[in-house]
């Protein structure tokens, strides 16, 4: 797309690039949580890998974002 | 001692709708200022969108954690 | 809105018989998501799978006819100089081409403009569905619409890469963002593929059908509030007028937000064919 003085976006993306991040986060979620989730059940522990997941999930996806989007 | 007042039913979702209310605004503040900052320095471009993309992710996770937290501490 | 004033009237004939009327107390019947199964029109079976022709199969037959007869007589014989229907249907193929393909993809996605034109029009159409009379439901609020769009889109944006990437460099060009620590990777990788081959068809075709879905009940819920409303005394006129022109201006934002969608779901399906057209950074 074109910047508001009329030269090229630098990065080709800029369209979706609120829906990747969106997208990112909810992946980084579901991965890890998920991975977290089942080892819960294959311990058999309370709710205990399923937050470790998450944020490292969370973590992860952001570390994502700012490599892809981030960087000059 | 007698109970006053009572919710009853789904708390997830009133968690969340409590939850979605800090990032609701700081979404609003980090696009209004950076398409201000946009308006003042069109050469800036680039950069302030950078920056708004990186604070508009950190502020919707905190959304989305709350959105997953009532699952997690769920029954 | 008749239609769903009828069915709600036949519904209360048959139980009560408009009791609010003359009773005024009887509940509220708030429409809810069970107001989207329609009874099918015929029902056959083929090669073990059945079919149901419901009203939504109906609506989007004629979409399809519509969408196809207008453009093969706008350009059937194409002049320089256009007729009239030329030039409508030149509006509408000028401003997909240049609004979103050429601002997103770029000189190289010629080749895609078609099916660009004709997915926006399929969708804004299919949206359009719910504010015409006797039409009623947008067809999009069907989850399988929007589902079998996306699944096509998908199909397209992941050939398009691996035809142009090779399959082994569309992957890694995906998978491994360059300039990360090694050991990073074991956990950014699976993030990286599950998001963009899980997560983006699930949300171009959810937000789609969240926003027509939530749309038509919003819709429907302030007509039957204007019909539930209206009874003898005063106060009971002034609040089903208000909800009705309420009805009005929904359904013109409604019909606004149609367009904004069809419009999104059109960028996005450009966007993700120029990402997978050109390696990423």
Redesign the interface.
Same mark, same amino acid.
């Given at each position: 797309m074109t910047t508001p003085d009329g030269r090229p976006d630098q990065q080709p993306d800029s369209s979706n690039a609120a829906w990747s991040i969106v997208s990112y986060l909810l992946g980084g979620m579901a991965v890890w949580g998920g991975a977290g989730w089942l080892l819960d059940r294959w311990t058999g522990q309370e709710a205990l890998f399923f937050p470790i997941g998450l944020i490292v999930g969370i973590a992860g996806a952001l570390y994502i974002v700012y490599v892809r989007f981030g960087r000059p | 001692m007698t109970q006053i007042a009572q919710v009853t039913g789904s708390l997830g979702s009133i968690g969340y709708g409590l939850a979605a209310i800090g990032p609701g605004i700081g979404v609003g503040i980090i696009f209004g200022m950076g398409v201000q900052a946009?308006a003042r320095q069109? !050469?800036a471009?680039?950069?302030i969108?950078?920056?708004m &993309?990186?604070g /508009?992710? &950190?502020t !919707?996770?905190l959304a &989305?954690?709350g959105f997953?937290v009532p699952f997690? /501490?769920g029954p | 809105m008749f239609a769903d004033l009828a069915l709600l009237a036949a519904q209360e004939e048959t139980h009560e018989g408009s009791c609010h009327f003359e009773t005024g107390d009887c509940g509220f019947p708030a429409p809810s998501a069970d107001i989207f199964e329609l009874d099918p029109y015929a029902t056959f079976s083929l090669f073990g799978l059945e079919f149901h022709i419901t009203k939504y199969v109906v609506l989007a037959a004629i979409g399809v006819v519509l969408i196809v007869g207008f453009f093969f007589l706008a350009f059937r014989v194409p002049r320089l100089v256009p007729s009239r229907l030329q030039s409508v249907g030149e509006l509408g193929y000028l401003f997909v081409r240049d609004q979103i393909s050429r601002q997103v993809i770029g000189k190289k996605g010629e080749y895609f403009v078609p099916f660009l034109v004709s997915l926006f029009f399929f969708v804004w159409v299919f949206n359009l569905f719910a504010v015409i009379p006797a039409g009623q439901f947008p067809v999009t609020s069907k989850l399988a619409f929007p589902a079998a769009l996306s699944a096509m889109v998908w199909l397209i944006f992941n050939y398009v890469g691996i035809r142009n990437q090779g399959f082994v460099g569309y992957f890694k060009n995906m998978a491994f963002p360059p300039g990360v620590p090694k050991a990073l990777y074991i956990i950014l990788t699976p993030i990286e593929l599950f998001s963009t081959l899980l997560v983006r068809p699930f949300t171009l075709a959810v937000r789609l059908f969240a926003n027509m879905f939530a749309g038509h009940l919003l819709l429907t819920t302030f007509t039957v509030a204007a019909w539930y409303l209206f009874s003898s005394n005063p106060f009971g006129l002034i609040f089903s007028a208000t909800s009705f022109i309420l009805t009005v201006v929904l359904t013109a934002f409604e019909m606004f937000i149609q367009a904004l969608q069809a419009f999104i779901f059109t960028l996005l399906t450009a966007s993700y064919i120029g990402g997978a057209l050109e390696a990423e950074h």
């Open positions: - | 946009i069109p !050469e471009y680039n950069i969108r950078q920056n &993309l990186l /508009f992710a &950190l !919707e996770a &989305l954690i997953v997690v /501490f | -």
